[in-house]
């Protein structure tokens, strides 16, 4: 594996904290990275084999329900050292209420205001879960993270606000 692409470097760092099956991994990435960066069951299932041929990872205990535990190697440890000092390239931003918003024109007044009444709903829980974040956070990654996490929040709700409905 010459270059770790973003799930695969997310799935090495995670495995830092210790080994974890498939679905530990989609459990822990939800929660880690929340609507920062989305890692779906297909990826990782992907992922895992491809980091453990390369001996980035390897298997570990074999788990109830023939779940397969991964472990991080030390190759493992160093490509993801090598992918963190790396230029990280653009954002890539793929949020499906923006894209529905960009079409927001071909739905009645009221299909608009219920997607807007949705999203808002949606972005005021978001706003409370980054404070939350921040009060909870242990370092300063974690709270500038949460910071950016209300930040966020805020602006969609401010782009809500000049979304007309009527």
Request: glycine share 10%; net charge positive.
């Amino acid at each position: 594996m010459s270059e770790l692409n973003a799930t695969a470097a997310a799935l090495l760092g995670l495995l830092h904290d210790g080994p974890m099956t498939g679905g530990q991994l989609v459990a822990a990435a939800g929660e880690r990275f929340g609507a920062f960066f989305s890692v779906t069951r297909s990826q990782v299932y992907r992922e895992l084999p491809a980091l453990a041929e390369a001996g980035l990872l390897r298997l570990g205990k074999q788990g109830p329900r023939s779940s397969q535990q991964y472990v991080l190697t030390a190759a493992g440890k160093k490509a993801f050292k090598a992918w963190l000092t790396s230029e990280p390239g653009p954002d890539h931003l793929r949020s499906p209420l923006i894209l529905r918003l960009m079409h927001a024109n071909t739905l009645t007044p009221k299909q608009r205001a219920n997607l807007v009444q949705l999203a808002r709903e949606r972005y005021q829980g978001d706003q409370e879960a980054a404070r939350a974040a921040m009060k909870a956070a242990e370092d300063p990654y974690s709270r500038a993270v949460a910071e950016f996490g209300l930040g966020y929040a805020r602006a969609v709700l401010k782009l809500l606000d000049a979304i007309p409905t009527g």
